[in-house]
Structures are given as C-alpha cells and as structure tokens.
C-alpha cells in the first residue's frame, strides 16, 4: 500500500470547503467571525460568541508551534505505512487554534517546536495542508 | 447537607455478565440476552416484570431486539445515552430519572459486543469507509487523511503533552497497567486472569503509538453486562442487597467539539477534560468528596485515561496523577484499589459497562479483589468528548 491508497479529505462540505479551496490557492485560512472577529473552529457556521451567522476565511501565517506528537508504529489502514508520525501544531496568528498534519518515519521532534505549513497536492483537485519543522535559525 | 434530588432514589437491583473472551461465536443479540437473564434473575425478577430498557448508542443491539429476545411484553420507557463509552453511567441516569418521574419501575440497562471477533473500534469508526473522507459534522477530513484516526493515536497526543507539561514517566503509565493486571489475576473471569505483569514487561510491550505502548492499550473484547435499576425501595423487597446510586452525573467540556474522538484536539485546551466538570457535579449531588470514596472503577480505554481521571476527580492535585499512580495507592490495600476486577485493560472492554457491574459487586462483598468494608464506590465513564459518573453506595 503506498500513499496513493491514502483516503482524500471531502472537500465540499458546506461548513469546511473554505479551509481546502484555500490551501489550492497554497493558503492556509480559517473561520472566523466577520462581526467579532471570533476563531470558529473547527470550521462552523454559527458564532457562538456573539450570535452571527456572517463568517469568512481568514488568510493567516502557514507558521505555528509543535502541540504535541506521536508516531504511530502499527499499520492502522491502508496508505499508512508505520512508522509515521502525526503532529498537532498551534497556529502564530490564531491562539490556541490547532491542525493535525503527517511525517513520514521518526523525525526529531520537541514540543513547542516552530513549524511550517507545506501544500502537498494529493489529485487534481486537492491539496492536503501539511506541516514540517522549521529548519535553520529561528 | 443540601438533599439532592435523585441521591439514593434507585439502586442496582441484579447484575449480570457473559464470559469474556476473543471470539464468542455468538450473535451481539444473544450475548446481550444472555446478560440480561443473569441480571433479570439476579434480581429475582421475570423478564416480564421488566418495563424499561435503556442501551449505548453505538450497540446494534437495539431495545426492540432485546425486548423480543427476552419476551419483554410490556415495554413502556426505553432510552439511548453515548457517545460510545461515555454511555454507561449516564444511562443508569436516564433510568434514574425514567424511575423518578413515574415512566417505568424496572430497567434494564445493558452494553453488548463482539469487540474482538466482529467491528474493532480500536482501528476507529471510518475504518471501513472508502473514497473521500469527513464532512457532515464528523470533521474527519481534518484527521483521518493525516493518518490520525483511532482512539489511541489521540490519547497518546494528549499523553505526550501531559508528560511534557508535568514530567509524567512511561513507568507510572505501567503502575496502572499493573494494578489492573493484577486485580485480573484474581479474577477468573478477566481474559487476562492467568498473565501476570511486571514493570519489565510493561516497558518491553511493543510501542503502539508513542509514548503509548501495547500495555498501556485496553482489550477488545466479545461479551455483554447487564443491570437492573429499580427503586430502593423495591430494590429491598428483592432478592439481593440493594446497591443504592448515590449520584450520577454527566457533563461535558467548557469548549465542546463536533464530531467523535479526535476533533477534541482542536478544543482550545484538549487537556482539560470533561471528568474535571463531572466530578464536580457528581461529589455536589452524593454530598461527599473523594475522600469519602473507598474503591473506584475508573474507565480505563488507556492508562492515560485512568492518570488524568485521578486529578480530574480529586484524588490528587493537577500534574501529580503520575506521581498517585506510583504511590501504591491504588493497588490492592491501598486507599483507592482501582479497577478490582482487572478493567477495560485486564478484565474485558464492554465499553464501561463492566464497571458498574464491578461496583456493585464490591458493595455487595462479591468481588474478587474485595476492599474490606467499602462502603461507596466511585464509577467512572469514558471520555474525552464527553463523560459521566457515578458513585454507588452500600445500603444501611
């Protein structure tokens, strides 16, 4: 099984087609409140913090902060082959507002680590957000 | 003391349970029959007297199936609690309240599976789902193409943080490993009864998901508990000693999440859990604290889980589950023995359905790890989407 077998995130779902369209621009953007400004996510379309239903895309910075990690070492489905590690990474721009993402094998990894956002176009239509250490100084 | 409403209102009146095994060769209906006649029965009661069913939303058992296959015959109250292993203690709730309000006298309240030789949830819900994945609600396409899609790739991110912000260590993980072990070692019916556990095999158990370890991981499971909740006062016109329900509670988590299991990572703080909020809730409604509390079953789908439930409920402060875990405080004839029949790590995973029947048996002196004396007995549910609690209490 390689990566090919991977199962595609839907994209058109009516609360998180947003989120994929801009990362096939090679942006990464999130939900948010257009009244108040309040992070809705994961994407909703209600803000729960000042009753408005008037939300958009947010274009925010591909950068962020290890969260935590794990590298999984048993295959659990198909595409998957182990070891890969999967990391939750916190956003610069947005406070305590995280996305998951894929690495291959046992990278070296600290918790509070700076990321960064890669695209990686999985098919024609859809491009998969993902995030790898940043290198060099910081 | 404020009287809470529903404090010691209705008890466990029957306890019922299928062995436990890999392969049960039996449907998920007859395993919940089976565990219902042994709590029906129990109780010294007829199916017929049974007017009230109550089950988990993720069983394929449903109240109609059960009602036929016992030959129910005047079912007026029936009711579904989850998600999954949040269930158990919030669906002796809705018999409380069932109870309470007049809907029904006698309900069973039941948890079936064929967890090992039929659906695994270990390898999580969309396991079998093909083509694109996520949408409606489920926020699964945030995760499962990520590669992050079971229950245990999710604890051990919230383990890996808890041992970053705290100095948590692998070897208190396996102190709890080990207390449930060998509490299975008295049980015969635990499907680890006859494997023993020290700390070196704990450590060399083969890496599932860092830092979680094949030990730190529950069983899976075919096999069914059953209960039968009724009022305490018919509870004690019945065959067996009343189990009272002190209190049950549910709750969840300040910053809910759509969806199941994983989307709690995206909470603004996926650390704290919903079991902080029930307990709080829970300890109100009994009138007592976790100092009160003699011998707990906490739910136990990780060790981790059973770690930060410590904190959650009061046995320790925020940070120092790792340390009470070591401390031997919860092994045998220590001051909170925990999960004495070997739990969902040791004994069988029935979802947190064991648990309770586990904690009825120590209020009844029938337990295979009995506490001396217990008096009350602390009853976890899983989480973290949601959870519940209970705390049963002998009768005096």
Redesign the interface.
Known sequence: MSAADRPPPVTDDPDTSGFWEAARRGELAIRACSDCAHVLHLPKGYCDACGSWNTEWRVVAPTGTLYSWTTTERELRPGFEPPYTVVLVDLDDAPNTRLAGLLDGRPELRIGMPMRMVFEPIDADTVLPQWEPMRGPT | MEQFGHRDQCAIAGIGATDFSKSSGRSVLTLATQASLAAIADAGLQPQDVDGIVRCDFDVVSHNDLANSLGVTDLSYWGACGPGGAAPAGMIGQAVGAILSGQASTILVYRSMNGRSGFRLG??R??E?????????T?E??????????PG?MW???A??HM?SYGTTSEQLGHIAMACREAANSNPGAQMADRTMTMEDYLAS???????RLFDYCLETDGACAVVVTSTERARDLARPPVLISAVAQGGSRDM???IS??I??R??PMELPSRRVAETLYRRAGIGPSDIDVAQFYDCFTITVLVQFEDYGFCDQGEGGAFAESGAIRKGGSLPINTSGGNLSDGYIHGMSHIVEGARQMRDESTSQVPGAETCLVTSGLPISSGAMILRRDS
């Open positions: 390898k999580g969309s396991q789902l093909t083509g694109p994945i996520g949408g409606n609600g926020y396409e945030f995760f499962v193409p990520y590669g992050l899609a079971s790739q051990a991110l919230l890996q943080r970053q083969t890496m599932i998901s860092s830092p979680l999440q759509g969806g994983s989307p990572l995206m603004p703080d």
